[in-house]
């Protein structure tokens, strides 16, 4: 024991420095483990708060994989609000054009809302409503940018112990811009199918809408509600089949609207299924939280409330303030203009170096004047990091405390 405690002290030399950033976060333990990297949680003794580090590794390796984390870290620096987890700072590396590696600092939450579902059932209907509307709240002002998340699940949904809730894991997300087809095609789409609207079962609706996230929130609603995921699906046609054991089968104009043939052909050959009462399905729940789930599970993306209308829902009367509710900027075009084209490492990498320099503005702004400093003297702590973090992923698992994340490989920042 006391040979560990010596190796943690020099672990720590190792990795504090006098200057730069270094000693400004002492990091505390390993919290979660994926493919993508690690996360620690730390103290910032700057602002004398917790945090929570995230080392990406070899972002590099995939240019997909370096999208998709220059997508998120833009998307989390746009959307600024309450009920989406902020970044507070990323470290800046030692080299501009060599780095592999990016350490994104975050607030830190105690829990995901999977967690919470699994650990506790004496949730309250109070605790429903309050959940309920931090997400629609959420998912206003992230619709209001033209941002669909399009991966929602418990998991995605980080949680304090205070009921607070923030979305994370913009990874997937995608902005719509008006003068594109948002025709997207989902070869890309790994989300998790539980959650998955009806119109991405097989891909029904080229066009895809912010419909998609209501969806998803209803089958989150209903998880809270039962402790059990809704529609559990083993495959696309276990996942209509579930749909519509509850909803009933579609009516036959709803099923011209599927785009899939073979979804189609499916729904039509499908026996006739009533749809079971949602008070029966949900026993205990209160009713007016029934009236909106239903409508928040319509089968047809049209029939189901923008994130504003359930919000003036019935449900929240006494808890929805307009004025808590804020609507967000919409996202330039510009911002995301790498979307629109092929693009290489080096242009992912460049574009991932100026996001990091939006947490260092006296460098971002000798970058916008052209005079980059000569090769790169500023302090950086990443080399200690590195150690610091080496040696806490080597001893994860023996003695410390969290358990590891299965966390999409390079999404932020689940914890």
Same mark, same amino acid.
């Given at each position: 024991m006391q040979h560990d405690q010596r190796k943690k002290a020099s672990a720590e030399v190792d990795f504090f420095t006098e200057y730069g950033e270094g000693n400004r976060y002492k990091i505390e333990e390993v919290i979660g483990k994926g493919s993508y990297g690690v996360v620690c949680s730390a103290y910032d003794t700057h602002r004398g708060e917790k945090v929570a580090i995230k080392k990406i590794n070899d972002i590099f390796e995939h240019v997909s994989d370096a999208t998709r984390i220059l997508r998120e870290i833009k998307l989390l620096r746009l959307l600024r609000h309450p009920d989406i987890v902020e970044i507070k700072h990323i470290l800046l590396p030692p080299s501009r054009r060599e780095f592999k590696d990016i350490y994104v600092?975050?607030?830190?939450?105690?829990?995901?809302?999977?967690?919470?579902?699994?650990?506790?059932?004496?949730?309250?209907?109070?605790?429903?409503?309050?959940?309920?509307?931090?997400?629609?709240?959420?998912?206003?002002?992230?619709?209001?940018?033209?941002?669909?998340?399009?991966?929602?699940?418990?998991?995605?949904?980080?949680?304090?112990?205070?009921?607070?809730?923030?979305?994370?894991?913009?990874?997937?997300?995608?902005?719509?811009?008006?003068?594109?087809?948002?025709?997207?095609?989902?070869?890309?789409?790994?989300?998790?199918?539980?959650? =998955?609207?009806?119109?991405?079962?097989?891909?029904?609706?080229?066009?895809?809408?912010?419909?998609?996230?209501?969806?998803?929130?209803?089958?989150?609603?209903?998880?809270?509600?039962?402790?059990?995921?809704?529609?559990?699906?083993?495959?696309?046609?276990?996942?209509?089949?579930?749909?519509?054991?509850?909803?009933?089968?579609?009516?036959?104009?709803?099923?011209?609207?599927?785009?899939?043939?073979?979804? =189609?052909?499916?729904?039509?050959?499908?026996?006739?299924?009533?749809?079971?009462?949602?008070?029966?399905?949900?026993?205990?729940a209160d009713p007016l939280a029934l009236r909106l789930l239903e409508r928040m599970l319509a089968f047809e993306p049209k029939d189901r409330p923008t994130a504003e209308q359930a919000l003036a829902d019935p449900y929240f009367k006494g808890l929805a303030k307009v004025e808590r509710e804020p609507s967000a900027q919409p996202v330039t075009k510009m911002e995301f203009e790498f979307e629109r084209r092929r693009i290489t490492k080096d242009d992912v990498r460049e574009l991932i170096y100026r996001e990091i320099l939006e947490y260092h503005p006296k460098m971002l702004k000798e970058f916008m004047e052209g005079s980059e400093p000569t090769g790169f003297m500023y302090p950086s702590a990443v080399d200690h990091f590195k150690k610091q973090f080496a040696y806490l992923e080597e001893h994860y698992g023996n003695g410390t405390t969290g358990a590891p994340l299965d966390r999409q490989h390079a999404s932020l920042p689940s914890h």
């Open positions: 600092v975050f607030e830190l939450m105690e829990s995901d809302l999977h967690q919470v579902i699994k650990a506790n059932d004496d949730l309250t209907p109070e605790h429903y409503q309050f959940f309920l509307y931090q997400l629609l709240r959420g998912m206003k002002y992230i619709h209001t940018a033209n941002v669909f998340h399009r991966d929602l699940k418990p998991k995605n949904i980080l949680a304090n112990a205070d009921c607070k809730l923030k979305v994370c894991d913009f990874g997937l997300a995608r902005v719509a811009f008006n003068d594109t087809p948002t025709a997207i095609f989902w070869t890309d789409y790994v989300a998790t199918r539980w959650y =998955r609207a009806p119109e991405l079962c097989g891909s029904f609706f080229s066009k895809y809408t912010p419909a998609i996230d209501i969806w998803s929130i209803g089958c989150i609603f209903a998880e809270l509600l039962t402790g059990k995921p809704l529609f559990p699906g083993k495959n696309v046609v276990h996942q209509l089949d579930l749909m519509t054991d509850l909803l009933g089968t579609p009516s036959a104009e709803a099923i011209a609207r599927v785009r899939n043939e073979k979804a =189609r052909r499916y729904l039509s050959s499908m026996r006739r299924k009533k749809p079971i009462p949602f008070s029966q399905k949900f026993p205990n």
